[in-house]
């Protein structure tokens, strides 16, 4: 008996595993099938909506499985805390207040099950069934955060009292929820009281209570659960029922334009796990190494192909780091502080190119918050890669520049050009060459949409890593997709409460109020740009971009449309600003990446690379005060 109980964890953890995976894999198969269709004019039945229910069901699951793992992203001040009994107690509050929020979440999730319409079903499955998945993982979710407070062995027996405590306080606060589900409409008199006391806390204690969880934020808490919180708080406040935030979240999971973010993660991971990167290295260098700061170019370029797919630069560096400083540093005898310099800066090159998340996101968060606003749409997605297009390649090109300035007195050695090796180094990276032009190919002439290009990407690079190139053995593949699993379950989380947070700013009306706040207060257009500049500085070295994205971006969209901001100028500059923030000492995340991957202090890192952080921040003030940089090639495709 004390066996199976040992196992049971095990084998459900293996069980999510299962469905998580089945449904990533679901995703990539369906679209491509659909593809592979078209030419014989056959159409698969309800395919849109089994792809967002099957994109639910693996966000779900991979947001529980990232919180099995202690994976979710958050913001990690609580790292330069010294005193390990601070942290651990840190910690534990930590835990505890995510518990909390994850089990009002629960509650609200099985109100909203109870109370949606029975009749509406997802081909044979009644769409109620994906709103209990939904209740059900949220539950799962919170007896996680709950017990990972207590430790392990005799420890977890003598902290079992905090665990339930902190659900039995959740399910207190749920109060409405609960009522609602049991009694509906017509609850008990007895309940009136405490209900009536639950909104009206919410009411008058929401600024503090705001307050707490960003401070939360600060400490660790992961950036859903503070996120979430905060959309609780402000929606009980306002007297809505049990199910307003769950309603936006099932809208977030079942939302087809972030449908190609877990698909493009995967690609990465792929990528990056196999021995592509140093096949495209080869193929670089075969074809750049003869000219004067060759091998420059090439690294410019990689790591921007490399962080295009992945969305994140700090990948880039882990994956590609060791390869590209042997080459600059040891063989080509680049000094070691310009190459540490440049490898932790380039990668973020890559994130204004297609079919780069961010730009995703940005565009998808863009036109959601105009929505609510109800603000004409002009935009799409296509639109924000061809408004990126231009300042990515002024970034490529200053990055190159500099870099064959900075070493211009450095005697590099230059490799003769040979046709017969450059064309063996590219025939054996051929296929990773191409992915990008079938991709994009595909998707700008409008053969492709943007979920049928990611399922592409991913079906695609599958074949070559492991059947063609054999970089990945078959029993391998699981591997990949447990390490994309906390990227796809931590971003997803984020949107997920992000669109509910964003559903609770407008309708509470603060940021139409901020935004005449604003316009009184300061008059010129380009003084609201510089503070937005150094505001999305500071948010860059604290925040994830996804997490910045979700969280910063709808507050200052409304703002920007005070001050006529172009939605294209505002994303791009959005993004640059968070790019130079990943490198700005003390806190930004590349630094610690660098740090890791190069074996070397960080002030070391800090100082090498200082000429390139100065470089960035004059091209973020060159795009930021020209917006036809961002928005000429808009116009003409328009």
């Not at 293996?14 to 995703?27: D, N, R, S, V």
């Not at 369906?30 to 014989?40: E, F, G, H, I, M």
């Amino acid at each position: 008996m004390k066996k199976i109980l040992a196992s049971a964890p095990e084998k459900a953890g293996q069980l999510e595993k299962g469905i998580c995976y089945a449904a990533l894999i679901i995703m990539a198969l369906l679209p491509v099938l659909s593809v592979l269709l078209k030419p014989l004019n056959i159409v698969i039945p309800f395919s849109s909506m089994y792809m967002t229910r099957f994109f639910l069901v693996a966000s779900l699951f991979a947001a529980m499985l990232t919180t099995g793992a202690k994976e979710h992203i958050s913001i990690t001040i609580i790292q330069y805390i010294k005193n390990e009994s601070i942290k651990k107690s840190l910690g534990i509050i930590s835990g505890l207040l995510s518990a909390f929020v994850a089990t009002v979440l629960f509650w609200d999730s099985l109100s909203f099950f109870m109370h949606s319409p029975a009749g509406r079903t997802v081909g044979l499955i009644p769409e109620k069934v994906f709103i209990l998945i939904m209740a059900f993982a949220y539950g799962i979710i919170a007896i996680r955060f709950a017990f990972q407070t207590a430790g392990a062995g005799q420890e977890i027996r003598k902290n079992f009292v905090f665990p339930i405590l902190a659900i039995l306080l959740g399910s207190a606060a749920a109060l409405p929820a609960i009522v609602k589900l049991f009694w509906g409409f017509d609850s008990p008199e007895i309940f009136f009281a405490p209900m009536d006391f639950l909104y009206d806390a919410a009411f008058y204690l929401r600024t503090p209570l705001i307050i707490s969880l960003v401070i939360a934020a600060l400490t660790g808490t992961p950036i859903f659960i503070v996120i979430g919180g905060i959309a609780l708080v402000m929606l009980q406040a306002a007297g809505m029922e049990p199910e307003a935030v769950p309603i936006q979240l099932f809208s977030a999971f079942t939302d087809t334009d972030i449908i190609a973010i877990p698909l493009f993660t995967l690609t990465g991971f792929f990528l990056s796990e196999s021995k592509a990167g140093e096949r495209l290295v080869a193929a670089f260098r075969s074809l750049f190494s003869w000219l004067s700061g060759g091998m420059i170019i090439a690294t410019v370029i990689i790591c921007a192909f490399f962080t295009s797919f992945t969305g994140a630069s700090g990948i880039t560096i882990l994956a590609l780091g060791g390869i590209l400083f042997t080459i600059l540093k040891d063989k080509l005898k680049y000094p070691e502080k310009f190459t540490i310099g440049l490898l932790t800066s380039v990668g973020s090159v890559g994130l204004l190119f297609p079919p780069s998340l961010p730009i995703i996101l940005v565009g998808a968060t863009i036109n959601s918050i105009l929505f609510f606003m109800g603000e004409t749409i002009n935009y799409s997605i296509i639109d924000f890669f061809i408004g990126a297009l231009i300042p990515g390649i002024i970034l490529i090109v200053t990055r190159v520049a500099y870099g064959i300035f900075a070493s211009r007195n450095v005697e590099i050695p230059r490799e003769p050009f040979k046709v017969k090796e450059a064309g063996s180094a590219i025939k054996g990276s051929v296929w990773e060459i191409l992915m990008p032009f079938i991709l994009i190919g595909g998707y700008f002439t409008g053969i492709l949409t943007l979920v049928e290009v990611s399922a592409v990407s991913v079906i695609y690079i599958f074949i070559i890593e492991v059947f063609v190139n054999r970089d990945i053995a078959l029993k391998d593949v699981p591997r990949v997709l447990y390490k994309a699993v906390p990227i796809i379950g931590g971003i997803l989380a984020i949107i997920a409460m992000a669109k509910a947070l964003s559903y609770a700013i407008i309708d509470s009306g603060v940021p139409e109020n901020f935004a005449i706040w604003m316009q009184n207060t300061v008059e010129s257009r380009f003084i609201f740009l510089l503070l937005l500049n150094l505001a999305l500085l500071v948010v860059g070295c604290l925040m994830d971009i996804f997490s910045a994205i979700l969280v910063v971006l709808p507050l200052v969209i409304p703002l920007a449309q005070v001050y006529g901001i172009d939605p294209i100028h505002l994303g791009i500059i959005f993004i640059i600003n968070l790019e130079v923030g990943f490198i700005t000492p003390p806190v930004g995340m590349n630094l610690f990446m660098s740090s890791y991957r190069f074996k070397r202090p960080f002030t070391e890192i800090c100082r090498s690379i200082m000429p390139f952080l100065l470089i960035q921040l004059a091209v973020v003030v060159l795009i930021t005060y020209i917006p036809s940089i961002s928005t000429f090639l808009v116009g003409v495709f328009k």
